[in-house]
């Protein structure tokens, strides 16, 4: 099984850099210091110690002399130069799970729970597999199911092209047995220091999934798909404890299960999406 988590967060940290490359482009006001433009400048910045505390559509210059980024809300114009969307509403979990208030997902926090720093803007959102067989369609849909039942987030399925998460099946030969991998891309909307997510692609791998058969090619599947939506839904590696579903290397036999075909969605995994949603 693939760790994309290193490509994952290359993604995330171009975001924020054009973000602060936004701001190096546009020049501090360049308008007529009359007073009703100064008046205007006055009230359209801020300013942020870290990156974690950028806001949505502003664009930040690191400022040497007072330690800070200053940030001016990005114009129309500006906005559209460089591709921004439209801020998105932050839809909460009503899930019950019992985890911490997160006021701002720090880098220590991102670490102590395996977060990789995105997230999706709802909680419901789609998936596309038309590029899958039949059975790995039923496969990806049992994941999905036993996802669902955890009632923080819910996946639906869609035949529409613009779905949030696509899967698609590749025929590459891949280095290290690969299975899965997923790409995400990140809309740039900051919320309490995480990136909301645009799109995902999950890739799975024939080459890699077809040296399994029967019961064996179900379980990896599922256990496949379950790694790779986590990391599709912000989850990160978790290189502690080697017997769940976010571990680095795929070994599913060291994973506890269900049946001979589904793996036990473990309470790291919970924790993580409870966490992210729940906030
Ligand atoms: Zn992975």
Redesign the pocket.
């Known amino acids: 099984?693939?760790?994309?988590?290193s490509k994952l967060l290359k993604s995330t940290f171009t975001l924020l850099s054009l973000i602060t490359l936004a701001g190096t482009i546009t020049p501090i006001v360049a308008t007529p210091t009359t007073i009703q433009a100064k008046k205007a400048k006055k009230k359209h910045y801020i300013t942020a110690k870290n990156k974690h505390q950028f806001k949505f559509g502003y664009a930040y210059v690191y400022n040497k002399k007072k330690h800070c980024y200053i940030g001016h809300k990005m114009s129309k114009k500006e906005r559209q130069q460089f591709n921004m969307p439209k801020e998105q509403k932050i839809q909460k979990a009503k899930s019950n799970y019992d985890v911490p208030k997160i006021s701002n997902f720090t880098d220590n926090i991102l670490d102590k729970y395996n977060l990789k720093g995105d997230r999706w803007a709802n909680i419901k959102i789609t998936y596309n597999d038309n590029d899958l067989s039949t059975e790995q369609q039923n496969i990806v849909e049992q994941a999905i199911k036993q996802i669902n039942q955890l009632n923080i987030i819910t996946i639906n399925k869609t035949t529409k092209t613009k779905a949030n998460i696509t899967f698609r099946l590749s025929n590459k030969e891949n280095k290290n047995n690969v299975i899965g991998d997923t790409v995400i891309n990140d809309e740039g909307q900051i919320y309490k220091g995480l990136i909301t997510a645009s799109t995902a692609t999950i890739t799975l791998y024939s080459k890699g999934l077809n040296k399994y058969t029967n019961d064996d090619y179900k379980l990896k599947l599922n256990d496949v798909t379950l790694?790779e939506l986590g990391?599709a839904l912000g989850l990160g590696?978790n290189d502690q404890n080697k017997h769940e579903i976010m571990q680095?290397i795929s070994d599913t036999k060291s994973i506890e299960k269900i049946d001979s075909t589904h793996v036990a969605i473990d309470q790291d995994y919970i924790k993580g999406l409870a966490i992210l949603y729940q906030n």
């Open positions: 099984m693939m760790k994309s988590s790694h990391h590696h680095p």
